[in-house]
Nanobody
Framework: QVQLVESGGGLVQAGGSLSLSCAVS?????????????MGWYRQAPGKQRELVAT???????NYADFVKGRFIISRDNAKNTLDLQMNSLKPEDTAVYYC??????????WGQGTQVTVSS
């Protein structure tokens, strides 16, 4: 199976920075090696729908939500099977549970358990 485990969440002051990491454990499926072509970070605040933060393809092509453009950086290390999110200039509205996501070649979604990020004013 696929296991995604986030780390790095916590409390930070507005204007500060925080880094999130996602460790991915991938096992061999059938005769082919399982892989996550697309990966990303999503977040969900109380009373709000889960929203896209940023995604990154296997080759490193990135997409960012407008509200994090210029502040967050998503990256991945395919050799280590890790996904990272560097968050800078954090705002109170960034407070949410952040989820690591991966999409495989069979259009299946894989999610981490989520990690809480709280930005104080």
């Amino acid at each position: 199976q696929v296991q995604l485990v986030e780390s790095g969440g916590g409390l930070v002051q507005a204007g500060g920075s925080l880094s999130l990491s996602c460790a991915v454990s991938i096992t061999t499926f059938g005769f082919s090696t399982f892989s996550l072509n697309s990966m990303g970070w999503y977040r969900q605040a109380p009373g709000k729908q889960r929203e896209l933060v940023a995604t990154i393809s296997y080759s490193g092509s990135t997409n960012y939500a407008d509200f994090v453009k210029g502040r967050f950086i998503i990256s991945r290390d395919n050799a280590k099977n890790t996904l990272d999110l560097q968050m800078n200039s954090l705002k109170p509205e960034d407070t949410a549970v952040y989820y690591c996501w991966g999409g495989d070649s069979r259009s299946r979604d894989h999610w981490g358990q989520g990690t809480q990020v709280t930005v104080s004013s």
